[in-house]
C-alpha cells in the first residue's frame, strides 16, 4: 500500500472516529490513541497527540449541546474540581500505562453489559448527586486520564447513567467539557517535561475539528435517546477492545 493510500484511509478513520464519539460528547481520545497505535506512531507522539485533538473535538461537543440546552453545571462542578489538577499530575507521572488500560479496558466492558440492559428513554426518577463521591470519581478519573493521554469521558459517562444522576444529553454535555478541561490540563502537565507532535498535526486537527463539529450536531440536535443510548455503548465497547488489544 503506497503513502498515499495509507494517508487517505488514516484521515478517513481519524474523521469517523471524531465523528462517532463527538455524537455522545467524547473526545475520542482511546480512538485516537488505538488509530495511532495501528499506524505505528512512535509512542511519545501518541499521547500529547491525542490530548491535543481531544481539545478540539470535546470543545465542538461541548458547544453544541450548551446550546442545546443540556449542559448542568450543579452536575459538572464537582467532577472538575477534583478531576483538573489530578489530570495534572498524572500527565507528570512517567509510567508504564499498560495495566491502566487494561483495568480501564475490563471496566468499561462492565459498563457497556449494564448499559445494555438498561433503558434510559424510560428513566423518570433520578437520584441526588453525591458530593464526596462525586470528587472522588473526578479525582480518580483524573489521574488516569493524565496518565493514558485520555478525557476521561469514557469513564464518566457511564458512572452519570448508571448512578442515575443525569440524562443521556445532559451526561454527553457534561462529559465533553469534563474532557476539555481535563485533557487541557493534562497537556499541561505533559508540556512541562516536553512533547513530541506528529508532523501532521494541522490536518489531524482540521479533519478532527470536522469530524467533531458535525458529530456533536448530529448527537446534540437530531439524535433521539435510545439512539444514542445505543451509540454511546458501542462506542464504549470500542473503546474497551481498544484499550485492551493495542
Known amino acids: 500500500m503506497d503513502l498515499e493510500t495509507i494517508n487517505v484511509l488514516f484521515f478517513s478513520l481519524l474523521f469517523f472516529v471524531a465523528f462517532m464519539y463527538s455524537s455522545v460528547g467524547h473526545g475520542g481520545a482511546s480512538g485516537y490513541l488505538a488509530l495511532m497505535a495501528f499506524f505505528s506512531f512512535a509512542p511519545e507522539v501518541m499521547r500529547p497527540t491525542a490530548l491535543l485533538l481531544n481539545i478540539f473535538v470535546s470543545l465542538t461537543a461541548f458547544i453544541q449541546y450548551y446550546r442545546g440546552g443540556h449542559f448542568s453545571w450543579k452536575l459538572f462542578l464537582p467532577f472538575a474540581v477534583a478531576s483538573v489538577p489530578a489530570a495534572f499530575l498524572g500527565g507528570l507521572i512517567i509510567i508504564d500505562a499498560r495495566l491502566y488500560k487494561t483495568i480501564l479496558g475490563i471496566l468499561l466492558l462492565f459498563s457497556v453489559i449494564r448499559?445494555?440492559?438498561?433503558?434510559?428513554?424510560?428513566?423518570?426518577?433520578?437520584?441526588?448527586?453525591?458530593?464526596?463521591?462525586?470528587?472522588?470519581?473526578?479525582?480518580?478519573?483524573?489521574?488516569?486520564?493524565?496518565?493514558?493521554?485520555?478525557?476521561?469521558?469514557?469513564?464518566?459517562?457511564?458512572?452519570i447513567?448508571?448512578?442515575?444522576?443525569?440524562?443521556?444529553?445532559?451526561?454527553?454535555?457534561?462529559s465533553a467539557l469534563f474532557i476539555l478541561v481535563n485533557s487541557i490540563s493534562g497537556m499541561a502537565g505533559l508540556i512541562t517535561r516536553g512533547v513530541q507532535m506528529s508532523h501532521n498535526m494541522t490536518w489531524m486537527i482540521v479533519v478532527a475539528f470536522a469530524g467533531g463539529l458535525l458529530g456533536s450536531y448530529f448527537g446534540a440536535m437530531k439524535a433521539g435517546n435510545f439512539f444514542l443510548n445505543t451509540l454511546l455503548a458501542f462506542v464504549l465497547l470500542l473503546a474497551s477492545v481498544k484499550l485492551l488489544f493495542t
Do not use: D, M, R, Y
Not at 428513554?121 to 488516569?144: H, R, T, Y
Not at 447513567?161 to 457534561?174: D, I, P, R, S, Y
Open 115 to 159: 448499559l445494555i440492559g438498561l433503558k434510559f428513554n424510560n428513566i423518570e426518577k433520578f437520584k441526588k448527586q453525591n458530593l464526596v463521591w462525586s470528587l472522588i470519581i473526578g479525582a480518580a478519573i483524573g489521574v488516569i486520564s493524565g496518565i493514558i493521554g485520555i478525557g476521561g469521558g469514557i469513564i464518566l459517562s457511564p458512572v
Open 161 to 174: 447513567l448508571l448512578l442515575h444522576w443525569g440524562n443521556l444529553k445532559q451526561t454527553a454535555a457534561v
